[in-house]
T-cell receptor
């Protein structure tokens, strides 16, 4: 039982490049979330999903897109990366009343 | 969504009991209260969850007064390894809203 797996673990992008972060969970959870965490700061919600085929905006959605085509996967896309998107990205999932289960994060640097 | 307020930082010593209080004045009827622990370079980890009164597990206790407008995480006999950031999260048990974190409490344990 792997829990929540994030791919890749590290990535360096140049400004303007695009990339997709993958989050996979094997707990059959309905809800999935993408957060970003800047150095010394708390977690900020980017987008979330309450079920397959649904997505919603969080606190800081600008510059990001998401898709939830399969229940177990939640993809976060950056169409044109900017230095302000340098951060650690965490994915999380939960069942209807269960707590959040987090992945180990993706460290993204945009130069 | 219920906003949360916690102390930014706290200090204590090994072997002491530590209590961290979180205020959530506009908590909704179906909201649970969940506490997470985060070490540097890791995703947050679930500690304890409750709805009302007192909950205890092998690592912590959670005290919730009758009005549910605050909660207190109690860590018995802390050790150096308890140095971390602790987040209080208030959210719908089965609802569709995104879960947003506050700034957390940086707990520093000294020898």
């Amino acid at each position: 039982n792997a829990g929540v797996t994030q791919t890749p673990k590290f990535r360096v992008l140049k400004t303007g490049q695009s990339m997709t972060l993958l989050c996979a969970q094997d707990m059959n959870h309905e809800y999935m979330y993408w957060y970003r965490q800047d150095p010394g700061m708390g977690l900020r919600l980017i987008h979330y999903s309450v079920g397959e085929g649904t997505t919603a905006k969080g606190e800081v959605p600008d510059g990001y897109n998401v898709s939830r085509l399969k229940k177990q996967n939640f993809l976060l896309g950056l169409e044109s990366a900017a230095p302000s998107q340098t951060s650690v990205y965490f994915c999380a999932s939960r069942g209807s009343t269960s707590p959040l289960h987090f992945g180990n994060g993706t460290r993204l640097t945009v130069t | 969504l219920a906003k949360t307020t916690q102390p930014i930082s706290m200090d204590s010593y090994e072997g002491q009991e530590v209590n961290i209080t979180c205020s959530h004045n506009n908590i909704a009827t179906n909201d649970y209260i969940t506490w997470y622990q985060q070490f540097p370079s890791q995703g947050p980890r679930f500690i304890i969850q409750g709805y009302k009164t007192k909950v205890t597990n092998e690592v912590a206790s959670l005290f919730i007064p009758a009005d549910r407008k605050s909660s207190t995480l109690s860590l018995p006999r802390v050790s150096l390894s308890d140095t971390a950031v602790y987040y209080c999260l208030v959210g719908p048990g089965g609802g569709a809203d995104g879960l947003t974190f506050g700034k957390g409490t940086h707990l520093i344990i000294q020898p």
